[in-house]
């Protein structure tokens, strides 16, 4: 079982309209938590990242949270544009290790 | 120039062929990094240079070899690959191993016919 899983899987949404994607993970102890942003052809690109003792983090749209306890995290994206079309994936760096873990990703389609 | 670069962005070849990915930096960063990309799986992370030194190869089968001449270059020689191995292949570099945040290339898409 992969240490982080995310959702959903996919998700199409109405320009303007906000969503919410989820990442629940297992890594314990972990240093930082990230949110990558992967346009179609593209590399991943950081948007946000939150240490194990933050709680939300913004980037411009992109607002994501930390609950420790609950093990989970989230990004919320307001007011979506076409542009936020993308895979959107969730990186949780351990403590005292070298090695990411990766979440599979959630696609979104913003469609007009 | 973009931070990351890689090349070539798209590749088809068979199973007997040999080539080569390459993949630059321009950030000044130690580490470098080889991820394979596959569809509903996370990244997976291939081979590690720390300071041209590889420190991590994730039990990658030897058909896939890489090599680090400098800090800023990175090469993926690819040789009798299986057409399982067809994939998004992406290049990243850190400013330290451990870091945590990465900075990719924009990948190259690999077919093995």
């Known amino acids: 079982k992969n240490q982080v899983e995310q959702s959903p899987q996919s998700l199409i949404i109405l320009e303007g309209k906000n969503c919410t994607l989820q990442?629940?993970?297992?890594?314990?102890?972990?240093?930082?938590l990230r949110w990558y942003k992967q346009d179609t052809g593209r590399g991943p690109v950081s948007l946000t990242i939150?240490?194990?003792?933050?709680n939300t983090k913004s980037n411009g749209r992109y607002t994501a949270t930390l609950d420790a306890d609950t093990k989970q995290s989230s990004l919320h994206i307001t007011a979506s544009q076409l542009s936020d079309s993308a895979s959107y994936i969730c990186?949780?760096?351990?403590?005292?290790?070298?090695?990411?873990?990766f979440g599979t990703g959630t696609r979104l389609t913003v469609i007009p | 120039e973009t931070g990351v670069t890689q090349t070539p962005r798209h590749l088809v070849m068979g199973m007997t062929n040999k080539k080569s990915l390459k993949c630059e930096q321009h950030?000044?960063?130690?580490?470098m990094y080889w991820y394979k990309q596959s569809a509903k799986k996370p990244l997976e992370l291939m081979f590690v240079?720390?300071?041209?030194?590889?420190?991590e190869n994730n039990s990658v089968p030897s058909r896939f070899s890489p090599e680090c001449p400098n800090s800023s270059h990175l090469f993926l020689h690819l040789h009798t690959l299986q057409p399982e191995d067809s994939a998004l292949y992406l290049c990243?570099?850190?400013?330290?191993?451990?870091?945590?945040?990465?900075?990719f290339g924009e990948g190259s898409r690999l077919t093995v016919l």
């Open positions: 990243a570099s850190s400013q330290d191993r451990g870091d945590g945040e990465l900075f």
């Open positions: 990442c629940n993970y297992t890594v314990s102890p972990f240093s930082n």
């Open positions: 939150m240490t194990f003792s933050e």
């Open positions: 990186v949780v760096n351990p403590t005292g290790a070298n090695n990411l873990f």
């Open positions: 950030l000044g960063h130690n580490a």
């Open positions: 240079y720390n300071f041209k030194e590889q420190t």
